[in-house]
């Protein structure tokens, strides 16, 4: 004699409800960390006249709005800042008596990071789009920004693109932009 198994169709509905479950918590826990800082990154935005979206998403690409990030090279904070952008903030600032780990502060370090963000940005106003410019040299830094901008690329943006030969700075300008795009 065959004995039939009780249906358990119950047991299916309820584990697919604790799956969603979890699934909405992770979307709302994820979206209060985005929003945590919202007050800071306008007031930032406006102090320096940088586009508040644009900041929200270094924010993201850097730390993922973890206010504790560590990058492998010593970055620290919301916006991964190094030693010598964080103090390049301070010295400019006024701020005595200035260490690194002072940027764990997220006020500190949106301050610190759009200062130096929006320095990055100044210094390419003369092409016709600063913003790829600038995030590289936010992420990959002054020296190879200078390699990839020869000859026509020193004013197109199109063209330095195209002269970017990391790949991973690439993604970074594309991330950034995608982004800000989002928050925009």
Partial sequence: MHRRRP????????LL???LDAAVF?????????????G???????????????????????????EDAIGDAGE??????????????ADD?????????????????????????KTRLDRYRHTDNPLPYALADYNAGRARVVRWAKEVARTNS???????DFPSTRRYIDQVTRRRNHYQ
Avoid at 7 to 14: E, I, Q, S, V
Avoid at 26 to 38: C, G
Avoid at 53 to 64: D, F, G, T, Y
Wanted: no cysteine; hydrophobic share 45%.
């Fill in 7 to 14: 249906k358990r169709r119950w047991l299916r509905w309820l």
């Fill in 17 to 19: 409800l604790a799956v």
């Fill in 26 to 38: 992770y979307w709302w826990w994820s979206n209060q960390a985005e929003r945590r800082y919202n």
């Fill in 40 to 66: 800071i990154i306008r007031d930032t935005a406006e102090e320096f006249g940088i586009e508040y979206a644009l900041i929200k998403a270094v924010i993201w690409q850097e730390s993922r709005f973890r």
């Fill in 76 to 89: 620290i904070g919301l916006m991964q800042l190094m030693e010598l952008a964080a103090f390049e903030w």
């Fill in 93 to 117: 600032h006024g701020v005595h008596d200035f260490e690194h780990s002072h940027v764990y502060d997220p006020r500190t370090n949106i301050l610190a990071g759009t200062y130096y963000l």
């Fill in 158 to 164: 199109a063209a330095f693109l195209q002269n970017i």
